[in-house]
Nanobody, 119 residues
Framework: QVQLQESGPGLVKPSQTLSLTCTVS??????????WTWIRQPPGKGLEWIGY???????YYSPLLKSRTSISRDTSKNHITLQLSSVTPEDTGVYYC???????????WGQGTQVIVSS
């Protein structure tokens, strides 16, 4: 059974770049046809889709965050990395990585990691 684990700094200063890693075990990030997705939840709000990198290395981002987002992968380490630049306090929230399939279902999630943007 695949497991996902997010990691990264819990506190980031405004204007800096947030960098989070999702380590995947129990399955390869290159397996057809999965989409390794980052999702976040600001406090008191619903889930927000950030973007994904797929099994072939292709990526796609939310139009709202595209200019500040980069998602990459390291196949040797079997992990996914999210970078979000120029953060503001509005980027505060719990960040999740999830495995999506071609039908849009997210069958596996990490436990999430809290990120606070504050000086």
């Amino acid at each position: 059974q695949v497991q996902l684990q997010e990691s990264g700094p819990g506190l980031v200063k405004p204007s800096q770049t947030l960098s989070l890693t999702c380590t995947v075990s129990g399955g390869s990030i290159t397996t057809n046809y999965y989409y390794w997705t980052w999702i976040r939840q600001p406090p008191g709000k619903g889930l927000e889709w950030i973007g994904y990198i797929d099994y072939s290395g292709g990526s796609y981002y939310s139009p709202l965050l595209k200019s500040r987002t980069s998602i990459s992968r390291d196949t040797s380490k079997n992990h996914i990395t999210l970078q979000l630049s120029s953060v503001t306090p509005e980027d505060t929230g719990v960040y999740y990585c999830a495995r999506g399939d071609r039908w849009g279902a997210f069958g596996s999630w990490g436990q999430g990691t809290q990120v606070i943007v504050s000086s």
